[in-house]
């Protein structure tokens, strides 16, 4: 059974940072490109970042450049590093990998907020 576990969201104020973590089980994680969507509210949930298994990464435009996608094989964990976080950032975001089907993680809200 595929389990990913999301942590590290939080309340930070504009220009701040976070750190997500999503720590994945059931599946053979360094196999796997690790996806992070987001949903703010009233929107549909869109991807912001991935990473292949060879550790090829993708971002959406509107996070470029201030988002690093990054993943640790022996701890089965992808990260989200968040810089210059801006209010439109404001999102629970959510940890997926595909396996035959979709599985995503409970998601962890991200509030960005003076």
């Known amino acids: 059974q595929v389990q990913l576990v999301e942590s590290g969201g939080g309340l930070v104020q504009p220009g701040g940072s976070l750190r997500l973590s999503c720590v994945a089980s059931?599946?053979?994680?360094?196999?796997?490109?690790m996806r992070w969507y987001r949903q703010a509210p009233g929107k549909q949930r869109e991807l912001a970042a991935e990473?292949?298994?060879?550790?090829?990464?993708n971002y959406a435009d509107s996070v470029k450049g201030r988002f690093s996608v990054s993943r640790d094989n022996a701890k089965n964990t992808v990260y989200l590093q968040m810089n210059s976080l801006k209010p439109e950032d404001t999102a629970v975001y959510y940890c997926h990998v595909f396996r035959l089907k979709d599985y995503w993680g409970q998601g962890t809200q991200v509030t960005v907020s003076s």
């Open positions: 990473i292949t298994s060879g550790g090829s990464t």
């Open positions: 059931g599946v053979i994680f360094s196999t796997a490109t």
